[in-house]
């Protein structure tokens, strides 16, 4: 879909936009990309806007990434002075810029659509799709979005091939992803896999397994919005669909590990409470909804829970699935 509004329309006006908002709980792949090497993601952007026909990007950044704000600032100056970002990129007629939007920290600002309302100035708040941003995003016209680890794969995919990035990975997911590895794990801080890569193969090789000789109880992936993987998926290859089909998701790519000291019901309550405090409110079946789970929650890690309540949370987490405007509820 994101492909169809290219080179066809070449008058018309569009952007491309960056995510660099990373807000799952304990990530921080994408800072460590903007601090470490900024002009990947401003050379990836350039060329996304040469292949889309755009003439202005934004890099949306939480403000409470000031390295990186600085780093990227720094960056956008020196393209500028090499003639990688303006004018004319490298005397031809193409021209392209990029400016940087802080955000304030909110979680749902996130969202593709909450996101392009908080640039345009709007109360950052979701909005149905479609239409997507690729058809009808900022001020309303075609809009490239994407992650910053999606960017900074674009100059090596151009600089070593396709071919080369698609040898990595499983049938439907290609190539390698960051994962920020935290929890009760020996080695933690980011490491990347190839697509396919177990999470035993994580844990207890590139992890260095539990400490103190626990017991692995889960992994917990896809931040407030995902969900937790118990040992016996240890051997199922990491994916988007597989992660998606035992229950959890990629989300940006957090991994908390959990060891037999963890009780699950306190994590279920932490990802919740927090669900709760970041809903933007704008949706009932999560505004109402999420509240009511915790309050449930809270009555059964209290002593207080009656047969059924198992039962009845899981009903009500399917259907605020179901009813919510975005992927927090
Ligand atoms: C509540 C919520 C929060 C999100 N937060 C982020 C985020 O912090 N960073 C991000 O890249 N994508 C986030 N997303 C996903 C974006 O909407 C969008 O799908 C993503 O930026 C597209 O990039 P990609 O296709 O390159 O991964 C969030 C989605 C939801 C529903
Ligand atoms: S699901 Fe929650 S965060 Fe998303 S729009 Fe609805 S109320 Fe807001």
Redesign the pocket.
């Known amino acids: 879909m994101k492909w169809q509004f290219a080179a066809n329309t070449p008058n018309e006006i569009k952007y491309v936009v960056c995510?660099?908002?990373?807000?799952?709980p304990g990530?921080f792949m994408?800072r460590s990309v903007l601090e470490g090497d900024p002009h990947s993601v401003l050379e990836s952007m350039a060329i996304a806007g040469y292949a889309i026909g755009a003439k202005q990007g934004y890099i949306y950044i939480?403000a409470e990434y000031p390295v990186a704000v600085k780093r990227l600032n720094k960056a956008i100056e020196q393209a500028h002075e090499h003639g990688v970002l303006g004018n004319n990129i490298f005397g031809t007629d193409f021209s392209f810029d990029i400016e940087l939007r802080l955000g304030s920290g909110a979680?749902?600002?996130?969202?593709?659509?909450?996101?392009i309302a908080s640039i345009e100035g709007l109360r950052g708040e979701?909005r149905p799709r479609p239409p997507f941003p690729a058809v009808k995003g900022l001020f309303g016209k075609p809009t490239l979005?994407?992650?910053?680890?999606?960017?900074a794969n674009i100059t090596q995919i151009i600089l070593k091939g396709a071919d080369w990035f698609t040898s990595m990975g499983t049938e439907k997911s290609k190539g390698t992803k960051v994962f920020a590895l935290g929890g009760k794990i020996s080695n933690t801080g980011l490491v990347e896999i190839p697509m396919g890569t177990t999470l035993r193969e994580v844990v207890f090789n590139i992890g260095g397994g539990i400490p103190g000789g626990k017991e692995f109880k889960a992994a917990q992936t896809g931040?407030?919005?995902g969900g937790c993987i118990p040992a016996e998926k240890l051997d199922v290859p990491i994916d988007y669909d597989n992660l998606i089909s035992i229950g959890s998701m990629m989300?940006?790519g957090g991994m908390i590990i959990m060891d037999e000291d963890n009780c699950m019901v306190n994590i279920a309550k932490f990802f919740l409470e927090f669900t709760v405090d970041?809903s933007c409110g704008k949706c009932p079946p999560c505004r109402i909804g999420t509240r009511r789970m915790l309050e449930m929650l809270e009555k059964i890690t209290d002593g207080r829970g009656e047969e059924g309540d198992l039962e009845k949370l899981e009903s009500l987490a399917e259907n605020i699935k179901a009813a919510a405007l975005?992927?927090?509820g």
Not at 145 to 151: A, G, I, Q, R, S
């Open positions: 995510n660099a908002d990373e807000g799952d990530a994408d939480r979680f749902v600002c996130g969202e593709e659509t909450a996101l979701p979005l994407n992650n910053v680890e999606t960017y931040g407030p919005s989300g940006s970041e975005c992927g927090l």
